[in-house]
């Protein structure tokens, strides 16, 4: 989904550096979450067992992290302005058709 994205908004010559760019801030994302899993099933669990209300508290600080990340994108998206053409009726105009 966010390929179609990026190439969509971004011009032809800088395609590939942005989808590239892309794929590493999505792995550094998988990694970092991977390592704060395991930190928090760490720190939850006494000795080498792993505690099942751990996974539930590394699940709730994920779906949190998830949640913080939402309203922070949609705080900082940009408004976009009213279309100033919308609601504007364009009447055809004459064929150009010679056949």
């Not at 390929?3 to 989808?19: C, F, G, M, N």
């Not at 099942?52 to 940009?78: D, N, R």
């Not at 364009?90 to 150009?96: A, I, T």
Request: net charge neutral; glycine share 8%; aromatic share 4%.
């Amino acid at each position: 989904m966010i390929p179609v994205v990026v190439v969509r908004h971004v011009p032809a010559h800088d395609t590939s550096s942005a989808l590239s760019a892309n794929r590493v801030v999505r792995f550094f994302g998988f990694a970092a979450g991977s390592a704060l899993a395991a930190t928090v099933l760490d720190a939850l669990s006494p000795g080498e067992t792993l505690a099942p209300h751990a996974f539930t508290m590394a699940a709730l600080v994920g779906a949190g992290l998830a949640l913080a990340s939402a309203v922070c994108a949609v705080i900082t998206l940009p408004r976009r302005s009213p279309d100033p053409g919308a609601g504007v009726s364009v009447q055809p105009g004459p064929s150009l058709d010679t056949a």
